[in-house]
DNA sequence: CATAAAAAAGTCCATCCGTAAGGTTTTTTT
DNA sequence: AAAAAAACCTTACGGATGGACTTTTTTATG
């Protein structure tokens, strides 16, 4: 029986303040992600970074895991959002390049697969952000749709190609991580894209 | 200086338990990376999972830094050991299956990965694995060129083929673990097989 | 100035890795 | 064949850190 949003329309000075501590905190977990993953981001850390307490931080956020399924949230809305609206594509392959450089090779993913990976196996995290990641794909999925038609098949392939482009993409980021240059990584994503794109079409709007 | 025995041939019956002792030691903490991944990984659950006690883990390694080396030495060695010397494969696209069952869809290649991401952010254990994983990639070319030849193309497309075939894999692996399910990934792995295999030629021996 | 939220400071308990001190069994030495 | 050394393993403890929780101080607001 959480009340939480009472007061939505007019944000009190306090709740304000409340608001950018609470941001300001999510940020700083998102570095902590990125640069030292997530075993070791602790609330001291965040803390630190975010130049609170530890106190402050667990007043805002009761636990741990609040905060990272909090994080969570923060990192698929931008991961879903809109791409800069920048001109469209014109072609799939510029589509998908883009997709690498704006979503994909960026902070705030590699932020969001530390916490995947470590969701997989503390059952207590993944049960809390299991449905925002289900709603995330589907989301996804809808997306694919919205953007691309397949040129010889229906929407299910559509839905497999775009899929098999993020685990493409996934991996690549991976290995990225450790073993081959960037030069590489993205030799092999043109490849990759080069093979792909004469698969599907842009849909128009 | 080194009077080394040279009574490698006649292990004393110590020496066999010290050597079956690492071994359960090893086999324990591959189990704990699977089951519950590398933060969870600690001396006690390993030492309880192979039935000694903490002491003992760390008299046969003297840090946990070598006791995850030696594992991933292990892991290695298991991912690059031939394919259970059955029948060779006639076609690429059953190759390239075979390879996502007996080596990337397996509880060894989930642990490697396990270390692999844990290492991103551990500088010490990175820098420990470093050499071992550069000789594994290497490796893992070498064995492309052997068994494969590019369709059109040289010897670096093939490698690169490889390459993408592993991302791809590595990337679906991590998908398949939160998100779709078995068959769905089963369902991508053959598209990607259909998409790359006419790329590629296998190499008569 | 009074009150409530925000933030800090400090306590508590669990767990982690590592080390040290024994005890027992095997191996080597004398 | 006895003594010494080494290897194996257990139990116990230390220092450090993590997250949850509690109490105190500060700050903003009406």
Redesign the interface.
């Known amino acids: 029986m959480k009340s939480e949003h009472v007061n939505e329309i007019t944000l009190g000075p306090q709740q304000e303040k409340s608001k950018r501590a609470r941001n300001a905190i999510i940020d700083a977990t998102i570095d902590s992600l990125v640069?030292?993953?997530?075993?070791?981001t602790s609330l001291v850390r965040v803390a630190k970074a975010a130049g609170f307490s530890k106190g402050a931080i667990q007043h805002h956020f009761p636990s741990k895991e609040d905060l990272i399924a909090q994080t969570v949230d923060k990192l698929i809305s931008r991961t879903i959002s809109p791409p800069p609206a920048s001109r469209r594509a014109r072609t799939v392959e510029e589509a998908l390049l883009r997709a690498w450089k704006t979503f994909v090779d960026t902070p705030a993913y590699r932020a969001l697969l530390e916490i995947?990976?470590?969701?997989?196996?503390?059952k207590k995290l993944?049960k809390r952000i299991g449905k925002d990641?289900?709603a995330w794909?589907d989301r996804m999925d809808l997306q694919s749709l919205e953007n691309y038609e397949a040129v010889s098949g229906d929407d299910e392939d559509v839905v497999?190609?775009l899929?098999?482009n993020?685990?493409?993409?996934?991996?690549?980021l991976?290995?990225e991580?450790?073993?081959?240059s960037e030069e590489t990584a993205t030799?092999?994503l043109r490849?990759?894209v080069e093979?792909?794109s004469p698969l599907l079409r842009l849909k128009e709007k």
Do not use: H, P
């Open positions: 640069e030292v993953g997530y075993a070791e995947l990976n470590a969701a997989r196996t503390d993944k990641l289900i794909r497999m190609l899929n098999m993020r685990s493409f993409m996934r991996g690549l991976m290995q991580q450790y073993g081959f030799r092999y490849k990759w093979m792909i």
